[in-house]
């Protein structure tokens, strides 16, 4: 896998990652039109990219095809994510394509984000994780920690040394 640095021209490929996001588990909770008409989704990649967002897409060197993203935006106190902490502490998502789950793009993606916020001065990053996502032992791996839980959710922070 080659990972670069997102851009403007992956912001339709980030409705599709956050897509994968939220219907993880396989089942389609979600279509593309729900997630961009619902605020509380709509939010994560809405006018990609804003000021102070970052993030990293995998390409499989193969065939150049994207096989998934990870990105990071900060987000109000008045319209917080689900793994919202405080407004300086961005919220990342991590999602790969079905076909290329299991081969450790996920675990690519996230280090290549925790790198490009250790490299901006960061200090913190947080993000949300269904209980049963598999993603959640990746996260631990990487020293995320659980501060918060909203239904069946846990909201989990990391503090960038």
Same mark, same amino acid.
């Given at each position: 896998?080659?990972?670069?640095?997102?851009?403007?021209d992956?912001?339709?490929?980030?409705?599709?990652?956050?897509?994968?996001?939220?219907?993880?588990?396989?089942?389609q909770?979600?279509?593309?039109?729900?997630?961009?008409?619902?605020?509380?989704?709509?939010?994560?990649?809405?006018?990609? %990219?804003r000021?102070?967002?970052?993030?990293?897409?995998?390409e499989?060197?193969?065939?150049?095809e994207?096989?998934?993203?990870?990105?990071?935006?900060?987000?109000?106190?008045?319209?917080?994510g689900?793994?919202?902490?405080?407004?300086?502490? %961005?919220?990342?998502t991590?999602?790969?394509?079905?076909?290329?789950?299991?081969?450790?793009?996920g675990?690519?993606?996230?280090?290549?984000?925790?790198?490009a916020?250790a490299d901006?001065?960061?200090?913190?990053?947080?993000?949300?994780?269904d209980d049963?996502?598999?993603?959640?032992?990746?996260?631990?791996?990487?020293?995320?920690?659980?501060v918060?839980?909203?239904?069946?959710?846990?909201?989990?922070?990391?503090?960038?040394?």
């Amino acid at each position: 896998m080659h990972i670069r640095t997102a851009t403007a021209d992956d912001a339709d490929f980030l409705i599709s990652m956050l897509l994968e996001a939220f219907n993880w588990s396989g089942d389609q909770g979600f279509t593309r039109e729900q997630i961009m008409t619902a605020p509380d989704i709509a939010h994560y990649v809405a006018g990609w %990219p804003r000021a102070g967002d970052f993030g990293v897409i995998a390409e499989d060197e193969a065939t150049g095809e994207r096989a998934g993203a990870a990105w990071a935006r900060l987000m109000p106190a008045d319209d917080p994510g689900y793994g919202f902490v405080a407004p300086d502490v %961005p919220e990342i998502t991590i999602a790969v394509a079905p076909e290329y789950r299991g081969r450790g793009v996920g675990r690519a993606l996230l280090d290549a984000l925790l790198a490009a916020a250790a490299d901006a001065g960061l200090t913190r990053l947080s993000l949300s994780v269904d209980d049963g996502n598999p993603a959640r032992r990746l996260y631990r791996s990487r020293g995320f920690t659980k501060v918060g839980r909203e239904g069946d959710s846990d909201t989990m922070l990391l503090h960038l040394t």
